[in-house]
T-cell receptor
Framework: NAGVTQTPKFRVLKTGQSMTLLCAQD?????MYWYRQDPGMGLRLIHY???????AKGEVPDGYNVSRLKKQNFLLGLESAAPSQTSVYFC??????????????FGNGTRLTVT | SQELEQSPQSLIVQEGKNLTINCTSS?????LYWYKQKYGEGLIFLMM?????EEKSHEKITAKLDEKKQQSSLHITASQPSHAGIYLC???????????FGKGTKLTVNP
């Protein structure tokens, strides 16, 4: 049982280049999230999805796009990378629970550097 | 929007000492999560609290949610080097599935 898997683990981009980060979960979770983590800023929500085919904006969505074509996958795209997008990106997923809460399960992160 | 403030920002303790980390919310908490992160790794779920006054323990870590549901504390008894890392609290914004996090508390435990 792999849980939440992020690819790639590391990436270096030049300003203006594009890339897609892939998140895959094998727990049949409804909810998926993309966060970025920066020193002194903590974890900030970029986009999230409450089910296949749905996406919603988080706190810092500008410069990113997402897609959830399949329930198990959540893709994060950077169309034109900027140095301000240098960060560690975390994907997470959680189970849908009616009337309650369930914890988020996190991947190990993708370290992205934009030069 | 809801904000979570953690204190202290960093903490250095001697092995064997007890310590407490606090998480204070600007709004009522509808589910409070505690996570631990080691450098360069993902977040590991520790505990989830939902009801005012609730208290949960796992090994030497105890978390509480106060009655008014606006503050949570994480207490570690007899700390060990394995407890070192960054502790983050997270909470759902009321009425949505967005989970927001505090900025974390960095814990160092010296042997």
């Amino acid at each position: 049982n792999a849980g939440v898997t992020q690819t790639p683990k590391f990436r270096v981009l030049k300003t203006g280049q594009s890339m897609t980060l892939l998140c895959a979960q094998d727990m049949n979770h409804e909810y998926m999230y993309w966060y970025r983590q920066d020193p002194g800023m903590g974890l900030r929500l970029i986009h999230y999805s409450v089910g296949e085919g749905t996406t919603a904006k988080g706190e810092v969505p500008d410069g990113y796009n997402v897609s959830r074509l399949k329930k198990q996958n959540f893709l994060l795209g950077l169309e034109s990378a900027a140095p301000s997008q240098t960060s560690v990106y975390f994907c997470a997923s959680s189970l849908l629970m009616t009337g309650g809460n369930s914890p988020l399960h996190f991947g190990n992160g993708t370290r992205l550097t934009v030069t | 929007s809801q904000e979570l403030e953690q204190s202290p920002q960093s903490l250095i303790v001697q092995e064997g000492k007890n310590l407490t980390i606090n998480c204070t919310s600007s709004k009522t908490l509808y589910g409070l999560y505690w996570y631990k992160q080691k450098y360069g790794e993902g977040l590991i779920f520790l505990m989830m609290l939902q009801k005012g006054g609730e208290e949960k323990s796992h090994e030497k870590i105890t978390a509480k949610l106060d009655e008014k549901k606006q503050q949570s504390s994480l207490h570690i008894t007899a700390s060990q080097p394995s407890h070192a890392g960054i502790y983050l609290c997270g909470a759902k914004q009321g009425g949505s599935e967005k989970l927001v996090f505090g900025k974390g508390t960095k814990l160092t435990v010296n042997p």
